[in-house]
């Protein structure tokens, strides 16, 4: 096991993951949960939460890139995986190699597979992902006939269908029901009950079981954090957040009233203050933008005081405390809590940000 020196952590709660992916299980019936583990499992730590998931069952995995796909094979993660994103010709015949599953995101793309398949290695494995409306990447849901035509005069295997949803976080609206209605229809056209059908995230997995399809894929809410607050108010079963972040004061003294904190002279301390120093800054993805922002000592709330500087930042405590002490920054604290999500408001972001912006430089311990 790798030592650390610096009392700077993320502990991941794998078993909040687990509770979270059981939640998904029992809200989508006979719809298998698809483990959304990009990005380093959303910054939670891709290998950790892969093997977690298929200990509790998960047969699938879905990646962004074929390097994070190739990654979990490295890793000798036996699920199917399927890159959600774009796949160049050079991956091709790993993917048939490797038995991974690809997005088959455009005629054109279709095109270059088709050229770029080794006919002497198994078929290539692909799902449609067909355009509905978010703009980004698929095929256009016109075009889905003449996609099926080109599938099957190459050496592809077509396993799958999805789409992806534009505004499934918000109140109904046009969008959302206009796609909805055109994965429908192109789920009839093709009418092949043995392809798999995913076009759930996280908001409609929670909010639309009926949307379930043959598999939903859940990505921010696998780690206890709702995708926007209109699908936390009106999530029906509660997430346990998964990711804590914490550290220890290293260094405390009393500065004078009128002195001021960090760089710029930004915090001018009203009265004789007790200032804490902290081992975490900007360069492990606490942003500068944070300063203001609470953190908890011994279950109290204390402020980030003046700017956060790369390493280190300084807090301002009701009383002396030793060196030592122990910070939560993220998570539970004596009944306190502060939430991936208040951060997220008080950048004026998403929570998706926040945890994928804790930098390498922050380990990742498991518990
Ligand atoms: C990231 C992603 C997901 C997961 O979305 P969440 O909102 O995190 O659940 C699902 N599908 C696609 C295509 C994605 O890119």
Same mark, same amino acid.
């Given at each position: 096991?790798?030592?650390?020196?610096?009392?700077?952590?993320?502990?991941?709660?794998?078993?909040?993951?687990?509770?979270?992916?059981?939640?998904?299980?029992?809200?989508?019936?006979?719809?298998?949960?698809?483990?959304?583990?990009?990005?380093?499992?959303?910054?939670?730590?891709?290998?950790?939460?892969?093997?977690?998931?298929?200990?509790?069952?998960?047969?699938?995995?879905?990646?962004?890139?074929?390097? *994070? #796909? !190739?990654?979990? =094979?490295?890793?000798?993660?036996?699920?199917?995986?399927?890159?959600?994103? &774009?796949?160049?010709? +050079?991956?091709?015949?790993?993917?048939?190699?490797?038995?991974?599953?690809?997005?088959?995101?455009?005629?054109?793309?279709?095109?270059?597979?088709?050229?770029?398949?080794?006919?002497?290695?198994?078929?290539?494995?692909?799902?449609?992902?067909?355009?509905?409306?978010?703009?980004?990447?698929?095929?256009?849901?016109?075009?889905?006939? *003449? #996609? !099926?035509?080109? =599938?099957?005069?190459?050496?592809?295997?077509?396993?799958?269908?999805?789409? &992806?949803?534009?505004? +499934?976080?918000?109140?109904?609206?046009?969008?959302?029901?206009?796609?909805?209605?055109?994965?429908?229809?192109?789920?009839?056209?093709?009418?092949?009950?043995?392809?798999?059908?995913?076009?759930?995230?996280?908001?409609?997995?929670?909010?639309?079981?009926?949307?379930?399809?043959?598999?939903?894929?859940?990505?921010?809410?696998?780690?206890?954090?709702?995708?926007?607050?209109?699908?936390?108010?009106?999530?029906?079963?509660?997430?346990?957040?998964?990711?804590?972040?914490?550290?220890?004061?290293?260094?405390?003294?009393?500065?004078?009233?009128?002195?001021?904190?960090?760089?710029?002279?930004?915090?001018?301390?009203?009265?004789?203050?007790?200032?804490?120093?902290?081992?975490?800054?900007?360069?492990?993805?606490?942003?500068?933008?944070?300063?203001?922002?609470?953190?908890?000592?011994?279950?109290?709330?204390?402020?980030?005081?003046?700017?956060?500087?790369?390493?280190?930042?300084?807090?301002?405590?009701?009383?002396?405390?030793?060196?030592?002490?122990?910070?939560?920054?993220?998570?539970?604290?004596?009944?306190?809590?502060?939430?991936?999500?208040?951060?997220?408001?008080?950048?004026?972001?998403?929570?998706?940000?926040?945890?994928?912006?804790?930098?390498?430089?922050?380990?990742?311990?498991?518990?």
């Amino acid at each position: 096991m790798t030592e650390y020196y610096r009392p700077t952590k993320a502990v991941i709660d794998l078993n909040a993951i687990q509770k979270n992916l059981q939640a998904f299980k029992e809200r989508s019936g006979k719809a298998k949960v698809i483990a959304v583990v990009k990005a380093d499992a959303y910054g939670h730590g891709m290998v950790e939460v892969a093997e977690k998931a298929l200990e509790n069952g998960v047969e699938w995995l879905a990646v962004a890139t074929p390097d *994070e #796909a !190739l990654a979990l =094979v490295e890793r000798k993660i036996r699920a199917n995986i399927l890159v959600m994103g &774009h796949t160049p010709a +050079a991956f091709i015949p790993v993917a048939q190699r490797t038995g991974i599953t690809v997005a088959a995101i455009s005629l054109d793309w279709l095109l270059m597979a088709g050229r770029a398949i080794d006919p002497d290695l198994p078929r290539l494995k692909i799902h449609l992902k067909i355009d509905t409306g978010m703009r980004r990447v698929g095929v256009q849901a016109e075009e889905a006939g *003449e #996609a !099926l035509r080109m =599938v099957r005069s190459r050496f592809f295997s077509l396993d799958g269908i999805f789409t &992806h949803f534009a505004t +499934a976080d918000e109140d109904q609206n046009d969008l959302f029901q206009r796609q909805v209605k055109t994965i429908a229809s192109v789920v009839e056209e093709i009418n092949d009950p043995a392809l798999m059908v995913h076009v759930s995230n996280s908001a409609a997995a929670s909010l639309h079981p009926e949307l379930a399809f043959d598999a939903v894929r859940v990505g921010i809410s696998l780690y206890g954090i709702a995708p926007s607050s209109y699908v936390e108010n009106n999530m029906p079963f509660d997430l346990a957040p998964a990711l804590g972040l914490e550290t220890e004061i290293i260094h405390v003294k009393q500065v004078k009233a009128g002195e001021t904190i960090s760089y710029g002279a930004t915090y001018r301390c009203e009265q004789d203050e007790w200032i804490a120093t902290l081992p975490i800054g900007y360069a492990d993805g606490m942003l500068r933008g944070l300063q203001g922002q609470e953190v908890l000592v011994r279950g109290a709330r204390v402020p980030i005081v003046g700017r956060i500087c790369m390493d280190q930042c300084m807090i301002r405590l009701p009383e002396k405390m030793p060196v030592g002490e122990k910070v939560q920054l993220i998570g539970r604290q004596a009944g306190a809590q502060i939430r991936i999500e208040e951060w997220a408001e008080k950048l004026g972001t998403i929570a998706y940000e926040i945890p994928v912006n804790l930098t390498k430089r922050v380990p990742r311990i498991y518990c």
